[in-house]
């Protein structure tokens, strides 16, 4: 939509009620997509920025030729907004979804360092969370910007590749299915990002109990509680530029998700 038409778009939905219901409908779609993405979705934080930008990006992707006519009962009425709302859930819910594995990774490595009794609260989710697990979330959020997923998830949410016509929006059975291996990922990806710490715990366990049994006089129990968080976090620093890379991977598989769920 270029600028001159921009500028007509606040008169057209004084004067016509099918652009002003299309545009409710792309408001509510924006609207419902910028309460879940990751970095500015949830919690009271982001609300000053959230709704200005949704009324931004419905200008955006308004179209003349995707105006579609008010309907004559409420209860279609009813069916639009809440395909709109579909539509925005669906298009934030995948990439949150990515950052949900990188908190189990947290949550993993977690309790196998014995971790758990730390808990920090989350504000975006105002969730109890273990110190590592909002460690990774805040990372895997950084990676979803920084590699673009945004841009991404915005244009496939305007319909600029492939209309989608406001209101007609309906979750198809290949959507259905993508959404569903996808949250399934979540604890694919929680265990590749936790496994070199579940590893390394694993055989200082081992070496722990052979020394254990070898020295019967070493306070086993004292000393294991300190070395098992130091060998956690220090592995988990280490591991760092791998997980990155790992979830980089994951946002940049975004744009085939996003379509499948769209198409």
Known sequence: MDAESLHTVPHLLLERLDVGWTF?????RHVTFLMLVPGIGGGLSGVALRYPAAIVFTFAAFRMEGVVPVPADMFTMGLQLFAEMILGAVIGMIPILIVSGAQTAGHVASGTMGLNGAQLIDPTTQAS?????????????????????????????AGLESTIRPGSFILSAQGMSTLIDQSAAIFHIGVMIAAPVIVALL??????????????????FIISFP????????ISVVALPEVGHY?????????????????
Do not use: C, W
């Not at 590592?132 to 805040?138: E, G, K, N, T, V």
């Open 24 to 28: 409710i409908l792309l408001l509510m």
């Open 129 to 157: 969370l273990p110190d590592l697990a909002r460690i990774y979330s805040d990372i895997a959020i950084l990676i979803f910007l920084l590699v673009g997923g945004h841009h991404v998830a915005v244009y496939q949410l």
């Open 203 to 220: 055989l200082t366990n081992f070496v722990l109990a052979v020394i254990s049994k070898a020295v019967p006089t070493v306070n086993i």
């Open 227 to 234: 070395l098992t968080v130091a060998v956690g976090l220090g």
């Open 247 to 263: 979830l980089a991977r994951q946002f940049t598989r975004l744009e085939p998700l996003f379509s499948a769920v769209v198409s």
